[in-house]
């Protein structure tokens, strides 16, 4: 099992509808986590942090976490077509006190218009 | 511009002959490091350094040299490189602070190597 998993997708989303992307991680105790958007061919790009359970709000996007189930997830409202991209969630490994991060390989969303 | 700053971008090169990527940022960072992105792999951790003259291996620190002499540089070396090396590399650099909310990672635009 991956550390950290998401489906490669590609995910595809008509336009102004709610894109969902999930990412579940298998360190328990892992306490932050991150969500990075990436362009074909460039850097990633963050989009949103979460550390606590429940829902967190920033404009179109939602992250929320669920630390029982381990998973992690991005909401995206009225999607747009410059929301194509790929997104990766990335976890903080809990015993490495210098704070390193466990990327998934992501999910390439793509918004029809 | 907060940025870090990656050179070059684009790079074809044969195997065997020693290569340098360097990686500059302007943001007073004290932790920096490389990661490689391979289709389907994600980002791969090659090497990080928490500070000045400290580095450490990440995932993947096969085939690679880095070092940390000064706080904003952190260039990585290809002594002989093989082209299972063809990949695009990301420096990344953020505050060493690891409470939630500091770990926070700007990352360089990208270096595109193949080598043949």
């Known amino acids: 099992q991956k550390e950290v998993e998401q489906n490669s997708g590609p995910l595809s989303v008509p336009e102004g509808a709610i894109a969902s992307l999930n990412c579940t991680y298998s360190d328990r105790g892992s306490q932050s986590f991150f969500w990075y958007r990436q362009y074909s061919g460039k850097s990633p790009e963050l989009i949103m942090s979460i550390y606590s359970n429940g829902d967190k709000e920033d404009g179109r996007f939602t992250a929320q976490l669920n630390k029982a189930s381990q998973y992690v997830s991005l909401l995206i409202r009225d999607s747009q077509p410059s929301d194509s991209a790929t997104y990766l969630c990335?976890?903080?490994?809990?015993?490495?006190?210098?704070?390193?991060?466990?990327w998934g390989a992501g999910t390439k969303l793509i918004i029809k218009p | 511009e907060a940025q870090v700053t990656q050179n070059p971008r684009y790079l074809i090169t044969v195997t065997g002959k020693k290569l340098t990527v360097t990686c500059s940022q302007n943001m007073n960072h004290e932790y920096m490091s490389w990661y490689r992105q391979d289709p389907g792999l994600g980002l791969r951790q090659i090497y990080y350094?928490?500070?000045?003259?400290?580095?450490d291996k990440g995932d993947v620190p096969e085939g690679y040299k880095v070092s940390r002499k000064e706080k904003r540089n952190f260039p990585l070396i290809l002594e002989s490189p093989s082209p299972n090396q063809t990949s695009l590399y990301f420096c990344?650099?953020?505050?060493?602070?690891?409470?939630?909310?500091?770990?926070?990672?700007?990352f360089g635009a990208g270096s595109r190597l193949t080598v043949l």
């Open positions: 990335a976890v903080n490994k809990e015993r490495d006190s210098n704070y390193q991060l466990i």
């Open positions: 350094s928490m500070n000045v003259e400290v580095t």
């Open positions: 990344a650099s953020r505050d060493s602070d690891s409470t939630p909310g500091a770990n926070v990672l700007t």
